[in-house]
C-alpha cells in the first residue's frame, strides 16, 4: 500500500459557513413554501432540515505532525497530513487501529497498561463511560520503552537488559493497512530483535568469541561495547519495521545487569579478578624495586653479600613490599654471621 497524500485546501471554514446559511435558508424556505402552499418548496426544506447535518461529519481539524486516513466505503481515499481546518466527503471513515493501544512510550496517557480502553465511573450519578478514541495518527517522534528481558548472553549467562527505541511514522497507509496493529507490531519486533542481538555477546570481555561474525576473536561485549550493541539493535528493528512504514531513529540501552540468580556469583567473579590483577601489579613492583636495589648496592660497593644473604633480603624485601600489612621489623642488634 502506497501513501496518498490528499491536496483538499483547508476549507473548513467556507464549508461551515456554506453549510449553516443552508440550513437557515431551508427554515425560511420551509416558511416560504407553507406561506405559498407549495409543496415542493416544503418537501425540500424538510428534507434538508433533517439531513442538513451530516455535511458538518466532513468537518476534519488537525494539529501540526498529525495526519489521518480516510476510507471511503472500505476503500483507501488518501491521507490528510498539515495542520488546518478541513472539509472532506462526510462518509469518509478515519482509519486507526492502534488507537486504543496503549504501550510504555511517550504520546500514551496510561503507559503502565495495555487495556484497549479504559472505563471511568461518575460518583455522582454511577455511570460508567469509555472514552472516547482519536483516530488521528501522531507523526512525532516517540519513545518506547519496553519492559526489561531475561536474556541467555554468548556464554549462558542470563542477563535482563531494557532498551528505549526512538521512532516515528513516515507512511501512514503502510501503518494503517500492511500491519495489523502498528504499535504492537513494533514492540513484538524490538523483543525479538534484543534477543537476537544480545546472544551474540557476553556481558564482560571473554576470550575467543567472535561477535561480529568475521571468525576473528574480538573484545566485543554488552558491558563494554553499548554503543555498537544499540547500534546494531536499531538496524535489526529497522528491517523488520520498512513493511509497516515505521522509522527507527535510535535505540539505546536503558538497563544492564546481571539475572538476580547469578549477580552475587558474578560479583565475586569479579572482585577475584580485580585482586589477582592487583597483586599481580604488586608482585611485579616489587620484584622492581628488589632488582634496583641490589643493582645500586652492587654499584656504590655498599656491602658485600653473599648468595645465601642476598636470597634472604630478596625474602624480607618481597615480604614487607609484598604484604596486606604494614611490617613489624625486628632489628638485629648483633653480628650478621
Not at 87 to 93: E, G, Q, R
Not at 111 to 131: D, F, K, Q
Not at 224 to 240: L, M
Not at 287 to 294: D, S, T, Y
Amino acid at each position: 500500500m502506497k501513501e496518498k497524500v490528499l491536496s483538499t485546501r483547508k476549507n473548513g471554514w467556507s464549508a461551515i459557513v456554506i453549510i449553516t446559511l443552508l440550513y437557515i435558508g431551508s427554515f425560511f424556505t420551509f416558511i416560504l413554501g407553507i406561506g405559498a402552499e407549495s409543496l415542493l418548496l416544503i418537501i425540500l426544506s424538510l428534507l434538508w432540515l433533517c439531513i442538513g447535518w451530516v455535511p458538518y461529519l466532513g468537518l476534519k481539524v488537525l494539529k501540526p505532525q498529525e495526519a489521518l486516513v480516510l476510507t471511503l466505503f472500505g476503500k483507501y481515499k488518501g491521507t490528510l497530513k498539515g495542520d488546518g481546518f478541513y472539509w472532506v466527503n462526510p462518509f469518509c471513515t478515519a482509519v486507526n487501529p492502534a488507537a486504543s493501544t496503549k504501550l510504555r512510550q511517550s504520546g500514551d496517557v496510561d503507559g503502565n497498561t495495555r487495556e484497549s480502553s479504559a472505563a471511568t465511573v461518575n460518583l455522582m450519578t454511577g455511570y460508567r463511560s469509555t472514552p472516547v478514541m482519536s483516530k488521528k495518527i501522531s507523526l512525532k517522534i516517540m519513545t518506547l520503552n519496553n519492559n526489561r528481558q531475561k536474556i541467555n548472553d554468548c556464554l549462558g549467562n542470563p542477563v535482563e537488559i531494557g532498551i528505549a527505541v526512538i521512532w516515528k511514522v513516515t507512511d501512514t497507509a503502510k501503518a494503517v493497512f500492511d500491519v495489523d496493529n502498528y504499535k504492537e507490531y513494533l514492540s513484538l519486533q524490538c523483543d525479538t530483535a534484543l534477543r537476537n542481538i544480545v546472544r551474540l555477546y557476553p556481558y564482560d570481555v571473554a576470550p575467543n568469541v567472535d561477535t561480529t561474525g568475521d571468525g576473528i576473536a574480538d573484545e566485543g561485549s554488552l558491558r563494554g561495547s553499548s554503543e555498537v550493541v544499540a547500534a546494531r539493535i536499531r538496524d535489526e528493528i529497522q528491517s523488520k519495521v520498512e513493511n509497516a512504514g515505521l522509522e527507527i531513529i535510535e535505540a539505546r540501552i536503558t538497563y544492564l545487569a546481571y539475572a538476580p540468580e547469578i549477580a552475587a556469583v558474578m560479583l565475586q567473579r569479579q572482585q577475584a579478578s580485580a585482586i589477582i590483577d592487583a597483586r599481580k601489579m604488586i608482585v611485579d613492583g616489587a620484584v622492581g624495586m628488589v632488582e634496583m636495589a641490589l643493582e645500586r648496592l652492587n654499584e656504590n660497593n655498599v656491602v658485600e653479600l653473599d648468595e645465601e644473604r642476598k636470597a634472604a633480603m630478596v625474602s624480607n624485601l618481597l615480604v614487607v613490599l609484598c604484604g596486606n600489612h604494614d611490617a613489624q621489623p625486628v632489628v638485629n642488634s648483633g653480628s650478621l654471621y
